[in-house]
C-alpha cells in the first residue's frame, strides 16, 4: 500500500508534453511551466478583465484542430490562461450548450461581465437538477453569500493534486483495512482458538479491548501514514503555495467558504474517520461470522458497489437515496461528497455534509464495536 501511494503520486509526471514544431518537455517539466503561468497571474481577481483576458488568447487556437493542446498556438497564447478556462468553465456550461474552447474565444463583454450570475444560475440548476428543495436551495445561497467575490486566483497545484491522490489512495486503504481486519474475530472461529481464548482469565474482557483498539489503531496509522506520504510527494512536486486560495478554485460551484488548505485538512479527518468507520464494520461482521471469507466478500461489496453507483434525476426520492450512498465509508474519501450541496435535514435544520458525514460515522462505529465486543463475548463455545 505504501508503494501504491507513492507509484499514484509519481505516475503525473512520467512521459512527455508533446508541442507541435517544438521538443518534447517532460511532464515534470510541463508541470514547472504551468506553475510559472499561474504565478504570474496568482493575486489577480477572477472577474471581466482577466476572463476577456483568457478569450483573447484562446482566440488564437486555430478552428478544427482536435488536439488544440498540442498547438505551437495553444502553448503561445492560451496555455498561460488555461487556469482560468478551467475555473470559470462549469459556470457556463448549460444543458444547451457547453462552453467549449470555441465558446471561450469568442466571448462577448456582456458574458464576462455576468459570469457570478451565471456562476449563481448553474449552482441553483445543478441543484434543481437533483431534485433539492426551495429550502436547500436557500440554504445553499444563504453559504454561499459568505464567500468573497470576485473569487482571487492562487496557484494551487499542490492542494489540488493532493485531494485526487488521497481519493484514490483511499479506495484501497478501506479495501486493505477489510482484508486485513476480516479474520481479527472469525480467524478465532475456524483455528477452534476460541475454545481457549474464551475460557481464560482475561478472554471476555481485555482480549477484545485488545483485539478492538488493535483494530482502531492500525487503522488510524495506516491511513495518517498514507496521507503523509502523499503530502510529501505532491507538495514536493506541485509547491506549497495554495493554502490560503478558495476552494471554489478547484470548483467554482461549491457554496462553502473555505480555503484549501482548511478544506484538505477537513478531507483528511475525514478520511481518517472513514477508515476507522471501515474498521468498525470489519470487525462486527468479523465478530457475528464463523469464517473470514463471507467478510472479505460483503466488505469488498460494499466499498465497491458504491463507488460505481451514480443516481441521476431530479426526483426527491433519489436525492435522498444520494445522501444514504455518500454515507457508506469509500464515499467519504472522495473530497467533493463531503463539499457538496447535499445538505442533511435534522428536526428542521440543515447540516452540511462535511459536518453529518464524519459525525453520523463515529456514531455508527461505536454502534459498530459494540456489536463486535458483545458478539465475541457471548460466543457460544462448541
Not at 504565478?39 to 483573447?56: F, K, N, V
Not at 498514507?226 to 503555495?241: D, H, K, N, R, S
Not at 477508515?275 to 466499498?303: D, H
Request: overall charge neutral; some cysteine; hydrophobic content about 45%.
Amino acid at each position: 500500500m505504501y508503494v501504491f501511494s507513492v507509484i499514484t503520486c509519481i505516475l503525473p509526471i512520467v512521459g512527455n508534453h508533446y508541442v507541435e514544431g517544438s521538443a518534447a518537455e517532460s511532464k515534470y517539466e510541463a508541470i514547472k511551466t504551468d506553475k510559472a503561468y499561474a504565478m504570474a497571474i496568482t493575486g489577480r481577481e477572477i472577474d471581466t478583465e482577466l476572463i476577456l483576458e483568457m478569450s483573447e488568447a484562446y482566440s488564437h487556437i486555430p478552428e478544427g484542430v482536435e488536439n488544440y493542446s498540442a498547438t505551437k498556438e495553444y502553448n503561445t497564447y492560451a496555455r498561460p490562461y488555461s487556469e482560468i478556462y478551467r475555473i470559470v468553465k462549469p459556470a457556463y456550461y448549460t444543458a444547451q450548450s457547453s462552453f467549449s474552447v470555441e465558446t471561450a474565444s469568442n466571448m462577448p463583454k456582456e458574458q464576462a461581465q455576468s459570469f457570478y450570475d451565471a456562476r449563481r444560475e448553474a449552482m441553483i440548476s445543478d441543484m434543481k437538477s437533483t431534485g433539492a428543495s426551495q429550502e436547500e436551495i436557500d440554504f445553499m445561497l444563504e453559504k454561499d453569500s459568505q464567500v468573497s467575490k470576485p473569487v482571487l486566483f492562487s496557484y494551487s497545484d499542490g492542494y489540488s493534486s493532493l485531494a485526487s491522490f488521497l481519493y484514490t489512495a483511499a479506495v484501497f486503504l478501506v479495501f486493505v483495512i477489510s482484508i486485513c481486519l476480516a479474520p481479527l474475530f472469525s480467524g478465532e472461529y475456524t483455528s477452534r482458538t476460541d475454545q481457549l481464548l474464551l475460557t481464560s482469565k482475561y478472554g471476555k474482557s481485555r482480549l477484545i479491548a485488545a483485539k478492538l483498539f488493535t483494530g482502531i489503531s492500525f487503522s488510524v496509522i495506516f491511513a495518517v501514514t498514507v496521507m503523509l506520504i502523499q503530502a510529501v510527494i505532491a507538495f514536493a512536486i506541485y509547491g506549497t503555495e495554495g493554502f490560503n486560495a478558495a476552494l471554489q478554485l478547484i470548483d467554482i460551484l461549491c457554496c462553502y467558504d473555505f480555503t484549501l488548505g482548511q478544506a484538505i485538512i477537513i478531507f483528511m479527518v475525514i478520511l481518517v474517520i472513514a477508515c476507522v468507520y471501515t474498521a468498525s464494520i470489519s470487525m462486527a461482521m468479523s465478530a457475528a461470522m464463523k469464517s473470514p471469507f463471507p467478510v472479505m466478500i460483503i466488505m469488498s461489496l460494499m466499498n465497491f458497489v458504491p463507488m460505481i453507483i451514480n443516481l441521476k434525476g431530479n426526483a426527491p426520492y433519489l436525492r435522498v437515496l444520494h445522501k444514504i450512498l455518500v454515507l457508506f465509508p469509500i464515499r467519504m474519501c472522495n473530497i467533493w461528497d463531503p463539499f457538496s450541496s447535499f445538505m442533511y435535514n435534522v428536526f428542521g435544520n440543515f447540516i452540511e455534509p462535511y459536518i453529518f458525514m464524519p459525525v453520523f460515522a463515529l456514531i455508527f462505529s461505536v454502534l459498530m464495536l459494540s456489536i463486535a465486543y458483545r458478539k465475541f463475548k457471548t460466543r457460544q463455545i462448541r
